[in-house]
């Protein structure tokens, strides 16, 4: 995604926008992990994505969205159902529109197996994915100009395992290095 896809609202640049749906492909690429789910990505997905909602902090949205396999299913098939509505020069619609579209080229993510590595590798024809063998997702990697790879995110600092966000039950302490012991 460049600057070149979006269009400029009065509180965001075409690059801040691209910046930061390139930052979100990116953690996608990333197996969806919730260590490396940064302050900046947790403003991004809860004020201009697909109407997402804050889960009060940046714990919590992982919490809901990033926990499990299932979870992180339920994270994308959102992020394709979602209406992107409204003109871009007040909205993301633009950026949402995009990470639809690169989204769309890889229907498995939808389902709870992909983020399992039991099913790697997959029939998707523009992924470089590699067969797993640990419980992990598996490694995607999003094709073509101007993409993700260069907006690798920050690994946050450590924090005490968040609390669990309503009508959920908390899950337990991550080992250390995140769920799958990287």
């Known amino acids: 995604m460049t600057p070149a896809d979006c269009t400029a609202t ?10 930061a749906g390139n930052r979100v492909l990116a953690f996608i690429e990333n197996d969806l992990h919730p260590d490396p789910f940064t302050d900046d ?7 201009h994505l697909f109407a ?15 926990t499990t396999p299932e979870d ?9 159902k979602a209406s992107s509505l409204g003109d871009p ?31 790697c590798p997959h029939d998707c024809p523009s992924c470089h994915c590699a ?11 999003f094709t073509g100009p101007g993409i993700a ?7 946050m600092p450590a924090h005490p395992h968040p609390p669990a966000a309503p009508g ?9 290095g995140g769920s799958c012991g990287r």
């Open 168 to 176: 959920r039950s908390p899950s337990p302490p991550r080992p250390a």
């Open 149 to 155: 790879s260069r907006f690798r995110g920050r690994a």
């Open 52 to 66: 997402h909602i804050a889960h009060f902090n940046r714990f919590g949205f992982a919490d809901v969205w990033f």
């Open 10 to 19: 009065q509180w965001s640049t075409a690059q801040a926008k691209a910046s």
């Open 89 to 119: 020069a007040w909205t993301w619609s633009d950026v949402e529109q995009h990470l639809q579209r690169t989204l769309a080229d890889h229907p498995h993510l939808q389902e709870p197996s992909a983020w399992t590595g039991a099913t």
């Open 72 to 80: 992180k299913a339920a994270f994308i098939r959102h992020a394709m």
């Open 131 to 141: 067969p797993q063998t640990r419980n992990c997702p598996p490694r995607i990697r």
């Open 41 to 47: 990505l947790y403003r991004t997905c809860s004020q």
